[in-house]
């Protein structure tokens, strides 16, 4: 997931205004579009947060509306002749509401609120569309465009330690680096045979690997997705069943202030936005909501993975945890950590180390791959 934020168009209300008292609804949504421009208009039944930001490969504008709801069915006007191709929407998490319009080329958003007036009793949100410059005009039909949009899903799967570090090392001598790696790659085997994923290996052999240098692969790969696989070790010898992690909100906000303070990063935030002339508190603030947005869409993959683990073999806690890993920092990948069985368990060591065992769980990982693509359609991706 590549985010692109638009500076321009992030209104940031007083958190004052927008208690959860001002639950306000999407009472309808009008297009109209002009030359190279569409305008999409949301009435509302009072002022939200909002946040826009637009999705590439293929294009998409987000809009995040915070204690926002929406009626049910919403009637999505005509969107012949507007650069709109496609109105989806979600609620998302307790109060939220997320709007994805899919475009039909590339374009430039601003976002504004209009307060009620003689003309109109409504709160406004009105999105401004402008079709890029660059973009090509006219010269293919949009159909052409249309097929040639869909891009695979990139799945970095990252085998734990290597190299000089072994990992954890159970009873019978069995090497965390050497297990999972041996899943990384039966997992890449199944990803390969499915149609639009490609996967891609941090490491493919016994080597050592920084753990932010898994993330620069990764993201030098276009990562949409990050899986970490490790084999989990405890002082607990009955300790058994696999984990799933993503990173913490502590690991998150700490992980912000590095990268705001090595100033070279800077080029490399937030899916490529320069960050250079904006002010360190502007940088925090959009640091801050790639990260949020990508722990939130970590932890829904998560909960995922780990409904598709618990369905093989046994879990070692039921709910998704948190930790500040290195690895899982990525401020714009959603990225989480499988610990696949406890290597320290001679029972699941001996497990860890048979091929169907590995197979299992290389299958699992796959199957919430794809279940997290399918229940999350504002990914855009379409798994066919
Ligand atoms: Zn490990």
Redesign the pocket.
Known sequence: MQFLLTLSSLSIFPRAITAASLRSKVRSIRVSSGVGTTRIVLDLEGVTEHTLFTLQNPQRVVVDLTNATMPTPLVVPKLAGTLIENVRYALRGINGLRMVFDLRADATPRSFFLAPDQNNPSFRLVVDLERKKNARQGTKPVKTEKTKKKRNIVVAIDA??GGRDP??VGKKGTR?KDI?LSIARKLEAILKRQKGITPYLTRRSDIFLPLRERIRRARSHKADLFVSI????ARRRKAQGSSVYILSQRGASSEAARWLAKRENDADLVGGVNLDDKDDLLKSVLLDLSQSATIEASLSFAEVMLDSLRRVGKVHSKRVEQAGFVVLKSPDIPSILV?TAFISNPREEKKLRSKAFQKKIAKAIHSGIIKYYKANPSSGVKLS
């Open positions: 734990g330690h990992g954890a965390e999972v490790h084999a989990d070790a610990e």
